[in-house]
Every structure is written in C-alpha cells, then in structure tokens.
C-alpha cells in the first residue's frame, strides 16, 4: 500500500514537470522569434542607413576602379541668362533702358542723358524758329501787295487778266512766252518762299520802285527766313541724332546683355557630385564639386 502511493506520488511530479518542460519550450520558441541576435541587429541597422542615403544621394552604386562616369550633377546655385531682343527693344524705345536692364548704370546715363539733351534743343529750336516764322510771315502780309504784282503784270507785261499763268508778248525775243512761277492760291510755305526768293515777285514789295531802297524790306525778309530756316533744321537734327541715339542704344544694350550672359554663365558652371562607392567591402558616400572656366 505504502509502495503503491510512491508510485502515485512519482507519476503526479513526472506529469508536472513534462507540463512545465512543456510551456517552457513554447515561451523559448516565441521570444527566439522576437529577438535577433548582435549581428541580425547590426545588418538590419546597415540596411537601413543605406536605404536612407541611397534616396538622399539619389545615385547609383560605383564601383572603386570600374566607372568614372559622373551619375547627378546639380548646379549649385542656378543661373539665368537676360533676353537680347527684350535688351534691344527697351533702348530701341527709350535709350538707356536695356542697358539698365542688361545693369550697366553708366551707359543708362550717358544714352538717357544725350536723348534727353537732344529733345531738349529739338523743343527749344523749334519753338524759336516758329516764333521767327510767325514774324517773317506777319512782315510779308504788311510789306507785299499782291495787288501791286498783278499791277506789274498788266502794266509792264500787257497780261490784261493780271493772272502770271497767262503768256505775254516778249519784246526782247519777239515773241509770245510765259512766266517760270505762279504765285499759289493759299498762303502756304511755297507762297512764303516764293515771294522772296525769285526776282519775278519783287515787283510786289511796297518799296519797289522806290530809289535808294535797293529792296530793303525784301532783303530784310528773307534775312528773317532764313533765321527761322537754321533754327527749325537745327530741331530737325536734333531729332535726326536722337533716331541715331535710339538705335545705337538698342545694338549697344544687346552686346552688353550677351557679356553679362557669358559672365554669368562662366561663373556657374559649378557642379556638385554625391555618389556611393564600394571599397574593402563597405559603401563609403563621395562627394566631389567640379567647376568648368
């Protein structure tokens, strides 16, 4: 009886410990499941701080001694060239203006400055030479008589209708002949010229026959035409230089855009290189910056 319970005694502890044995194991095989070893742990480490570079440096692998080749380049900063046409039509309409945009300052004053000084003689020589014009056309209205002209056409020139488009009889070559000008119906500028430049017309000043005038208000005349002439082609020129002004500029402006873009093109040619390299059997990062003159 006594051997009988030892032996019910062992059984009990034998199927405890099978059980413990048992859970044990499963615990073991599920926690070996969760954890990695050191050298599990440094490769997945490794792994992933490749993976992070290899997106940074977007590059390729190289392999130390089998390629050179340039895989990225980037510029470091990004240079961006002036237009040459936007350059010449700026100074083409104001002159200065493509050269302030192509930053050349002094040019921007020196062909600003010389169309405005041109404008501002053509203004000032313009407006004195009409002044003058106002003055000789207002003498030649008080001091020619047209009638006195048509006058002279009848009496010394038999002309009946007093009109200068008729023939008259030529005396000295014996036969019928007409006048070379015919005075214009308005009072236009051929009609101030005319007036005073060609011997035909002097019969109309209302000093003409008298002696010892020697044509002085017609002389005075056209002294005062020809003033106003110089200054009127004095605004004339001026303008006439400020067209030179303008295109000058305009040619100028695009050669200075051109030198700025090769300046700026020179001094950007710097190109930076990231790449990986595999050396001694490890990935090394490379980074290498290139410029070109």
């Known amino acids: 009886m006594r051997e009988k319970g030892f ?7 034998l199927l405890v410990f099978a059980l413990f044995s048992l859970s044990r194991g499963e ?26 570079f290899s997106r940074l440096s977007n590059s390729y692998f190289v392999y130390e001694g089998d390629s050179t080749e340039e895989k990225v380049t ?17 100074s083409l309409i104001v002159p200065g203006a493509g050269e302030f945009y192509a930053n ?49 056409l009848i009496d010394s020139l038999g002309i009946t209708s007093g009109s200068d488009q008729d023939s008259f009889w030529n005396k000295k070559e014996t036969r019928y ?18 007036i005073g430049k060609y011997d035909q017309f002097k019969f109309g000043w209302d000093d003409f026959p008298v002696p010892d005038t020697n044509q002085a208000l017609r002389n005075a005349y056209l002294n005062m035409r020809r003033d106003s002439n110089n200054l ?31 300046k700026g093109e020179r001094f950007s040619q710097i190109h930076l290189q990231m790449r990986l390299s595999e050396r001694d059997d490890e990935i090394v990062p490379k980074l290498s910056m290139s410029m070109k003159f």
């Open 7 to 13: 032996k019910t005694i062992g059984f009990l502890l």
């Open 27 to 52: 615990t073991l095989i599920s926690k070996n499941k969760n954890t990695l070893s050191m050298e599990d742990r440094l490769a997945k480490n490794s792994l992933e701080h490749y993976q992070k």
């Open 74 to 90: 980037t510029d470091v900063y990004g240079f961006k060239g002036k237009s040459v046409k936007r350059a010449f039509v700026y």
């Open 104 to 152: 050349s300052k002094i040019k921007t004053v020196l062909f600003f400055g010389l169309d405005a000084t041109l404008w501002t003689l053509y203004f000032n020589y313009h407006k004195k030479g009409k002044n003058k014009e106002n003055k000789y056309k207002g003498f030649a209205d008080q001091h020619w008589i047209e009638d006195d002209y048509r006058e002279w």
């Open 177 to 194: 002949d007409w006048l070379s000008h015919h005075l214009p119906d308005k009072k236009d500028q051929q009609y101030y010229e005319m």
């Open 232 to 262: 009127l082609n004095k605004a004339k020129y001026s303008v006439m230089f400020s067209l030179a002004n303008h295109i000058l500029s305009a040619f100028d402006a695009a050669i200075a855009v051109k030198k700025h873009n090769r």
